[in-house]
């Protein structure tokens, strides 16, 4: 079984930065099926950024529009978030997720274990 932590969130001003940390113990696929979500007072889930393709580079939902940097470390099944130029609209409870199904280092279907969420608060 595998459980999925984060850490990290704050209270932080419009423009401001903040790293985010995820750590899922228990993983033992070469492959880490690992993505951060995000869910926007009054809105459903979104994904942030997620890596689908083991060794490749991270997929972003468009709003990042370059501000985040999501790092993947797989021997220690750990997922950061670089967020800068925080937004107001970025305020969201950010959850981290992990261990989806893998087939030839590719990650299918949905997320086995998601942490609790680190609340994320940016205003002016």
Do not use: H
Request: with cysteine.
């Amino acid at each position: 079984v595998v459980e999925v932590m984060e850490s990290g969130g704050a209270s932080v001003q419009t423009g401001g930065s903040l790293k985010l940390s995820c750590t899922a113990t228990g993983y033992t696929s070469n492959t880490k099926c690992m993505g951060w979500f995000r869910t926007r007072p009054g809105k459903g889930r979104e994904q942030v950024a997620f890596f689908n393709v083991d060794g490749a580079q991270p997929q972003y939902e468009n709003f990042v529009k370059g501000r985040f940097t999501a790092t993947l470390d797989k021997d220690k099944s750990t997922l950061s978030l670089q967020m800068n130029s925080l937004e107001i609209d970025d305020t969201a409870m950010y959850q981290c997720a992990a261990d989806r199904r893998v087939i030839n280092g590719r990650c299918y279907g949905d997320y086995k274990s998601w942490g609790r969420g680190t609340q994320v608060t940016v205003s002016s």
